[in-house]
């Protein structure tokens, strides 16, 4: 069965830093895409940034220049650096497995404040 177990979230000031990982426990990780996803309240969940398995990369517009996703295959691990953070990135944030079938984590809090 597969887990993805994230963490790194918590309370972050605007224009602070964090990192979100993601454990995975996929026998072949590395033919999966890996992606973080995020969901603030009354909203649909969207993609927050992508990595294939060849190290393609796709940002949101809205975290482009913010964000690095990143993937080491060895550790079944992939990881999201967020900075320059705003209070508009406060989301719970999933990570995300797609390869035959789509799997997901159970979500990490993020929350940007003051």
């Known amino acids: 069965q597969v887990q993805l177990a994230e963490s790194g979230g918590g309370l972050v000031q605007p224009g602070g830093s964090l990192t979100l990982s993601c454990v995975a426990s996929i026998s072949i990780f590395s033919t999966y895409t890996m992606g973080w996803y995020r969901q603030a309240p009354g909203k649909q969940r969207e993609l927050v940034a992508m990595?294939?398995?060849?190290?393609?990369?796709n940002y949101a517009d809205s975290v482009k220049g913010r964000a690095t996703i990143s993937r080491d295959n060895a550790k079944k691990t992939v990881t999201l650096q967020m900075n320059s953070l705003k209070p508009e990135d406060t989301a719970v944030y999933y990570c995300?497995?797609?390869?035959?079938?789509?799997?997901w984590g159970q979500g990490t809090q993020v929350t940007v404040s003051s």
């Open positions: 990595i294939t398995s060849g190290g393609t990369t």
């Open positions: 995300n497995a797609q390869w035959v079938r789509n799997y």
